[in-house]
């Protein structure tokens, strides 16, 4: 099974409120990948990282932003969290010539 | 990345076999076709890969046409649990600027 953890699991905050989600993976993946979504719909890439200080912008735009300081550390940070934040956010890993994606259980977010 | 198509929704009885159906017309000779499933609030699980034979592992078996136009995910005997959105992906493998995007898939009902 993937050793991919996400946390907090479930967050609820005011509008405002700077908050950061959790993701470590302990396989020693190169690649790491967040994604959002909505109840019922696609899964959008808002960002990835080929390896540490590596970060890019993926399909979706977000307002959120993405480090990777440390191989199995990829958290991803709201400065001021709105109610149009709200949705799933699920963090992703693989390693080199690796195809499987392991996917994390996901933050499910709500901006009050 | 080839676009696929898959159907929305399916239902399966409890202990029958469910084929998911997916069309990739338009994809291209170095490029996989891979099936992920996501249930319910969870992260997409890996299911199996293939590139042009058939190919079976303990959770399903995946049928490619020889025109590699369509594929076919076979659960052999579903069971609730498999209730889930069930993803069908081309991408070519090994390509480290290539992520998997992920459509609207189908969504398997198991019923008793």
């Known amino acids: 099974e993937a050793d991919i953890y996400q946390t907090p699991r479930y967050l609820v905050i005011g509008t405002g409120k700077k908050i950061t989600l959790e993701c470590s993976q302990t396989m020693g993946h190169d690649k790491m990948y967040w994604y959002q979504q909505d109840p019922g719909m696609e899964l959008h890439l808002i960002h990835y990282s080929y390896g540490v200080n590596s970060t890019e912008k993926g399909d979706l735009s977000s307002e959120s932003t993405v480090s990777r300081i440390r191989t199995e550390h990829f958290p991803l940070t709201l400065e001021s969290a709105r109610p149009s934040h709200t949705s799933q956010y699920l963090c992703?890993?693989?390693?080199?010539?690796?195809?499987?994606?392991?996917f994390g259980s996901g933050t499910q977010l709500s901006v009050l | 990345d080839a676009k696929t198509t898959q159907p929305p929704s399916m239902d399966c009885a409890e202990g029958r076999a469910a084929n998911l159906p997916c069309n990739h017309s338009?994809?291209?000779?170095?490029?996989?076709v891979y099936w992920y499933r996501q249930i319910h609030s969870q992260g997409p699980q890996y299911i199996i890969h293939g590139l042009k034979n058939n190919e079976t592992n303990e959770m399903a078996s995946l049928i490619i046409t020889e025109d590699r136009k369509s594929s076919t995910l076979i659960l052999p005997h579903a069971t609730l649990r498999d209730t889930a959105v069930y993803y069908c992906i081309v991408r070519v493998a090994n390509n480290a600027g290539n992520m998997l995007t992920f459509g609207g898939g189908t969504r398997l009902m198991v019923k008793p």
């Open positions: 992703a890993s693989r390693g080199q010539g690796n195809e499987k994606l392991f």
């Open positions: 338009t994809i291209s000779g170095n490029e996989y």
